[in-house]
């Protein structure tokens, strides 16, 4: 009983150190192609002019490994949780969700970014429990499917 419950949350805590690596990647990302100028205070005032400058490839780089690294994320909490149950994954991209909104709603990105991040979280969230089971086969193929009853 123990055990699984460690497992369990370590599963959620391994997603979501995977996924922090994926937003640390995506921040020294857009730091290389879209730096702040150099002795630019980096009060939040600053920090939302910046954010509303980013050119639209930077940010769609970003969008990108912001998705991947939910997926991946997902994938990983769900395949190392106990019984692969899908509650680790969706716990994870719940999570996941939940920040990037935060973080939506306090920078001005462009209109387009939070829409895509908003449907390619839930969606990579799907995709990765779904594969992190072993379900991604033909249906009626029970050969992949646990067999829990």
Same mark, same amino acid.
């Given at each position: ?16 150190v ?27 005032l ?9 050119p =639209? ?10 998705? =991947? ?8 909490? =769900?395949?190392?949780?106990?019984g ?40 990579? =969230? ?24």
């Open positions: 009983m123990i055990s699984s419950i460690l497992r369990s949350v370590g599963s959620v805590v391994a997603g979501l995977l996924a922090f690596a994926f937003v640390v990647a995506m921040e020294i990302f857009s730091e290389i192609y879209h730096p702040f100028p150099p002795g630019v205070d980096t009060s939040h600053e920090v939302c002019k910046h954010v509303a400058r980013y =639209t490839w930077v940010l769609a780089v970003a969008a990108a490994g912001w998705a =991947t690294g939910a997926f991946l994320a997902v994938w990983l909490a =769900t395949r190392l949780g106990t692969r149950h899908p509650a680790h994954g969706i716990v994870v991209g719940a999570i996941l969700l939940a920040l990037a909104g935060m973080n939506m709603a306090m920078l001005p990105y462009a209109l387009w970014f939070p829409v895509v991040i908003l449907v390619s979280f839930p969606l990579g =969230t799907f995709l990765g429990v779904r594969t992190a089971r072993g379900l991604a086969g033909k249906p009626g193929d029970v050969s992949r499917r646990d067999n829990t009853p």
